[in-house]
């Protein structure tokens, strides 16, 4: 391949790997997920019918309480995604409430298919992400009215710094960005992953493996 061709390929892949970084454009006005159907399209859901779709269809309440922050993180992530809000279907774009309790953090987490930006309502938190380059961590304390961002793929966190309950809305622009929670993912897969990785990749011996997978279980 002659140099004016590979510089040509390189250019076209650049720009179609820019134009993947959320979801796919829709292609009608909307396409409500049709709850009834049994099996999911790949890569989205089947529509329901226009002329059965209503307005109803593109109001979601499920954000109107806070989450229960009762569990060992002491935090709360109501998602109101293509899954529990079918109007969503096709938009590329999905919203979240986040409760905490006083000292609670959201655990050090990834959306692989979304960016989120990140919005303080009521109180305190200390949020952050660690890039990719040297691992290094962009934090800040944040407060009502603040916003920011976490780029998509990277692991942060947020963590109510007050002594009173916090309560942070998100968006992403994807309809379902996903969460894979750092600590679950190593310790609680299902299988699990073998022992001597995690005892190598950690330089921990086996009963404190053992003793992760306990605690990182029960969260």
Known sequence: MSSSRAILLAILVTISAAFSLADPDALQDFCVRDTSATAPIINGFTCKPAAATAAADFKFSGLQKSGNTNNKLGSAVTAANVISFPGLNTL???????????FGVNAPHVHPR???ILYVQ??????????????TLF????????????????VHFQLNVGETPAVALAGFN???????????????????ITDAV??????INPELVDRLREVIMAT
């Open 174 to 192: 994807s309809q379902n960005a996903g969460v894979t929670a750092v600590a679950k993912a190593v310790f609680a897969s299902n299988p699990a």
């Open 139 to 154: 934090a800040q304390t944040l407060h009502p009215g603040d916003l920011f961002v976490f780029p998509r793929g990277l």
């Open 122 to 135: 009521q109180r305190t938190l200390y949020a952050g992400f660690v890039s990719t380059t040297n691992n």
């Open 198 to 203: 995690l005892e190598k990749a950690f330089q």
């Open 92 to 102: 590329g774009v999905s919203f979240a409430r986040a409760d905490y309790a006083p």
């Open 114 to 116: 979304g960016t989120e």
